[in-house]
């Protein structure tokens, strides 16, 4: 579904990333990537296939909107020794990234870790628009993650539970797109300080506007 | 059976001080309490089945009160484990078995021990155990892996199992039975004596409790209970659960008798039948609420009132089914049908607590299918039918549990614990293969992509022994034991006052503004404060009904049977009051009424949509899922289905277009192919996976209270579902998950008998019409489809109404 957003036109992808096809761009947040492992560690031995699953993903949406660059939102990895924890097959796979001019921004989890060959920032500024990790308050026209937003709808007694991007013209919320990443509901108190009147867009086969 | 052989023991008990303190009260041995002791005498387990009120608890401790009595307090150590279900329960039998020890002065040490047990005194009773601890099968795992089990356990005599009927089926059964493996090696001279509801076939009972040398001791059936059917001159509703119609008659009786338990099957039920009960009282009785959703405290506060005898009357759920001792109940009430004979014996139990006397109950059906199962209850407990015990395969989850616990106690050689293991019923068949593999899961998780190596909980050491690569694993399985996974609950909160937990999905179609009925006051909800649903007083008095999942109990196979033979057989229908006679009569006039020997399919168009009514009588839970695969295989057909709706006794399903080859809809092979595709995709497989990953310690147990607040950065177990579906498809987590699913509430075993058992005995019956047996079904999907607040009375009695005039039973209900 294509929206405007801060006057630029995006779409937004039913994979829950985001694409800017003026700058080829694709922006995807919270990967959480070795959130398995880092379970592992304490004892908590989640099935080791969250990082391949999600870079898995994450290429073929990239091949499919035949993208030439990405910008991660943060929360890359789970923790900031994730990256080393990485299996050669997961390596690979996160290697190819850098294919694509990857820009990174600083997330909660992530601490002062950048891998080599990513751009870093704590914030960016592109096109007008801000780049952050968690939203700020006072700061206009900007994207961020770190929520991991999710809709709760009851429709006929079947509960059904998306992630989704909320948007109100102003900020805009991605999805968290890693495989092992819960979500906070939409109806929780952090949205309603950030956003005013925020539109829904649940993932799905395709993306739904929804008005809760 | 044992021979009783009365001289041996009249040597052992007469003089006894137990003898005289029994004929202090004026009561005295039971012939089956003389048989338990007598085979626990000569070194035997012993299972006995004893109807409630026949001093089965006493029973139980004899031998160990026997013998610890002639060493005369020289006996030092644990000598007798008393394991129970029911925390409230090794109370209650502390302060039963109490009484003679402290009134004769016996040298007898004795405790309790569960999660309620003071710290400072569960770590004295670590280093100096009682010569008797009363316990749950938690605490008992809880102990076994302890540094100390092999001293602490090593003069242990007896294993006393509480309420065995009631844990043999269940994941607690699952994990209790590793346990007395366990104790099996560490105390091999330990005897067992189950005490269990009096059951059909004692036989499995025993064969669980041990796989040798165990007696069954038969105490006589007591006498038979006095069970009525309530008389209303109400007319007895098509559907529906609640029994409001009949309140006013229940609350009649309530008063006419000195105290009652007034038992439902599910806490909707218990919650309102409550309040209506509390609306016809004039006479200002103390009626109070019992159920598992309510705060522990106000629970306590009830039970001790009851047994001071303070309350005319308490309406309770399975909560208080489980034998404790209450004072005087003169009167038991069951609303609903007791769905299985030995339940409704059980509950019966609750009243006349006293051997030589008839018990008095009064059953109140709430719909007309309920009458008929009222009336087979009866009839099965007047032909002593009572339902027997169907124990089940262990699982797998479980066993992960039981071998890391068995490694936080020390080093362990795999094939001896195998070999052990294999001694408890539930894993007799346990191959070498699984156990391997469960064994790789406690060690990092058993993937077939060995990603976690370095970060085992266990290892194999020098002596090739497994052994914990830290002490500190002990704290991670200590804070995941038990097997039991509630499914997220929420504390309810009026101000500052607890009221109780409610599930989180009941909440979560709820708005601000909604009112339900909670702790026997409508409440109205303000909203989700952290993880606490906050909620205030409101001045009306109409509610939503909280749609509580739990309790709902699936009928028993005897009973199904006994409903049908009645249909069967005209001369019962003697019996039957005259709108309900009324009912079956139209039906034998424009359908046909379904019998032993085939299974009735009914088709009928109604409203632009065409009906499948199909009586299979196979239990809720089976029927469901045969809705589910029939929906499937009618998709597939092309026959446009739109819902359906399953009750204890049918299956209706509702398409667009009119069905065809209706027998081929239930043929075999809807369990191949459909059932998996349908399974893998159902919320069911996934919660049954999100209990074995808490069981088996792969994702972490939430305790009450101890929640996350606000970001939810912790991982759904749905979306590990989905990853290791992918990935590895026959992880052993997955083949628990699929187990439980396919044994408990899929029901898939009862499915399977049904499909081969009605393969040519299918009576299809094309019908313009609905038939009068049919009109619950299509009220039922009423109700189901409608949201809550469509659902007005109104609506239901018009369509009631227009559904009678079709079937042309208007004239004949107006009574």
Request: aromatic letters at 8%.
């Amino acid at each position: 579904m294509k929206i405007d957003f801060g006057g630029h036109e995006f779409l937004l992808h039913p994979s829950g990333v985001l694409f800017w096809p003026e700058k080829s761009l694709v922006i995807v947040s919270d990967l959480h990537l070795e959130k398995g492992s880092h379970f592992a560690l304490r004892g908590f031995f989640l099935p080791p296939y969250d990082t391949k699953e999600t870079l898995i993903r994450l290429h073929s949406v990239l091949n499919e909107l035949s993208a030439q660059k990405i910008l991660v939102l943060g929360d890359t990895f789970h923790d900031v020794k994730g990256f080393f924890r990485l299996p050669a097959e997961e390596r690979k796979l996160f290697d190819k990234l850098l294919r694509y001019e990857p820009i990174w921004i600083k997330g909660n989890h992530d601490g002062d870790f950048v891998p080599s060959g990513f751009k870093a920032f704590k914030s960016l500024v592109l096109g007008g628009l801000v780049f952050n990790h968690e939203a700020k308050a006072g700061t206009r026209l900007e994207i961020s993650g770190h929520f991991h937003p999710k809709v709760e709808i009851v429709h006929k007694k079947a509960r059904i539970s998306r992630p989704c991007f909320i948007e109100d013209g102003n900020k805009m919320i991605l999805p968290s797109f890693g495989a092992y990443t819960g979500g906070l509901p939409v109806t929780h108190a952090s949205f309603r300080h950030i956003l005013q009147n925020p539109r829904i867009y649940a993932l799905g086969e395709k993306i739904y506007n929804i008005q809760i | 059976m044992i021979d009783v052989g009365g001289e041996a023991t009249e040597n052992k008990l007469s003089g006894h001080p137990l003898t005289d303190w029994l004929h202090s009260k004026g009561w005295d041995w039971f012939p089956h309490q003389i048989e338990t002791l007598n085979a626990a005498m000569e070194g035997k387990n012993v299972l006995l089945c004893a109807p409630t009120g026949a001093g089965k608890t006493l029973s139980g401790f004899l031998p160990s009160l026997v013998e610890l009595n002639a060493q005369g307090g020289k006996f030092k150590g644990l000598h007798t484990l008393y394991i129970s279900p029911l925390k409230a329960l090794t109370v209650d039998v502390h302060r039963n078995i109490g009484k003679p020890i402290e009134e004769l002065g016996l040298p007898i040490t004795f405790e309790t021990r569960t999660g309620d047990t003071p710290a400072s005194k569960r770590v004295r009773q670590k280093t100096k155990p009682p010569n008797m601890l009363m316990t749950t099968p938690e605490s008992l795992a809880l102990l076994l892996s302890y540094t100390n089990v092999e001293e602490y356990f090593t003069n242990l005599r007896y294993i006393i199992i509480d309420e065995l009927h009631a844990i043999l089926d269940s994941k607690r059964g699952d994990l209790f039975s590793l346990g007395m493996a366990r104790l099996g090696s560490l105390a091999p001279n330990a005897q067992r004596i189950g005490l269990s509801a009096t059951i059909a076939d004692p036989q499995t009972a025993a064969d669980w409790l041990s796989p040798q040398n165990t007696a069954i001791v038969r105490a006589p059936a007591r006498t038979y209970p006095d069970i009525t059917i309530l008389k209303t001159d109400e007319r007895i509703p098509w559907a529906g659960h609640m029994a409001s119609y009949a309140m006013k008659d229940v609350y009649a009786e309530v008063r006419k008798n000195k105290m009652s338990i007034v038992f439902v099957n599910t806490r909707a039920q218990a919650e309102l039948v409550f309040q209506n009960l509390w609306k016809h009282n004039d006479a200002d009785l103390k009626i109070a609420l019992h159920h598992g959703s309510l705060e522990r405290e106000l629970r306590r506060k009830v039970e001790t009132m009851m047994a001071e005898g303070a309350l005319d009357c308490v309406v309770a759920t399975s909560s208080l089914d489980l034998g404790l001792d209450w004072a005087e109940v003169d009167l038991v009430v069951q609303i609903g049908a007791p769905k299985g004979i030995s339940r409704l014996l059980q509950r019966i139990g609750r009243s006349n607590h006293r051997l030589n006397e008839p018990s008095k109950a009064l059953l109140v059906p709430t719909n007309r299918f309920e009458y008929l199962e009222c009336l087979a209850a009866k009839a099965g407990i007047a032909h002593n039918e009572i339902d027997g015990v169907s124990p089940k395969k262990g699982g797998l989850d479980v066993l992960a549990q039981h071998i890391f616990g068995t490694a936080c106690a020390g080093p362990f050689d795999a094939d001896k614990l195998y070999a052990e293991i294999i001694t408890a019923w539930p894993y007799k068949e346990l191959t070498h293969v699984d156990f391997d593999k469960a064994l790789a899961f406690v060690t990092n998780g058993g993937y077939s992509l060995n990603n976690y190596e370095q970060f085992k909980r266990i290892r194999i050491n020098e002596e090739g022994l497994y052994e914990l690569t830290s002490p500190r694993q002990t704290r991670l399985y200590r804070m995941n034991i038990g097997t039991i996974v509630e499914s997220p609950m929420l504390k309810v909160k009026m101000g500052r006052r607890t009221l109780g937990t409610i599930e989180e999905f009941f909440i979560n179609h709820l708005a601000p503004g909604d009112t339900f009925l909670f702790a026997g006051n409508v409440v109205r909800f303000d909203g989700l404060h952290e993880m606490t649903v906050m909620v205030s007083r409101t001045a009306s008095s109409r509610a939503k009904i909280p749609s509580y999942d739990g309790g709902k109990l699936p009928m028993s196979t005897h009973l199904s049977m006994r409903v049908r033979q009645l249909l069967e057989d005209r001369d019962e229908w003697r019996d039957l009051p005259d709108n309900v006679r009324d009912w079956l009569e139209h039906q034998e006039e424009r359908s046909i009424v379904p019998d032993t020997r085939n299974m009735l399919v009914e088709t009928f168009p109604r409203a632009r949509k065409h009906y499948i009514v199909a009586f299979t009588f196979a239990g809720r839970q089976a029927n469901q899922t045969l809705g589910f695969l029939i929906m499937r295989r009618l998709q597939r057909n092309n026959a446009k289905p739109v819902s359906f709706v399953a009750t204890d006794y049918a299956v209706a399903i509702t398409t667009l277009s009119p069905p065809e080859n209706i027998e081929d809809l239930f043929s075999v092979d809807l369990l191949g192919e459909e059932l998996n595709e349908w399974l893998d995709d159902t919320p069911l497989i996934k919660r049954m996976f999100r209990e074995a990953a808490v069981i088996a310690g792969l994702i972490e147990r939430r305790h009450p209270g101890s929640q996350k607040t606000g970001r939810q950065m912790t991982f759904s177990s749905d979306l590990i579902y989905d990853v290791l579906n992918k990935y590895e498809s026959d992880h052993i987590l997955l083949r628990a998950a699929r187990q439980d699913a396919n044994g408990g509430l899929i029901d898939i075993a009862h499915l399977s008998d049904l499909l081969v058992g009605i393969q040519g005995k299918i009576t299809v019956k094309p019908l313009k019409k609905v038939s009068p047996l049919a009109i619950p079904m299509i009220l039922q999907i009423a109700r189901e489809n409608l949201s809550r607040k469509q659902v007005g009375e109104y609506y239901l009695e018009d369509l009631e109404k227009s559904l009678l005039e079709e079937s042309g039973m208007e004239d004949a209900d107006e009574n």
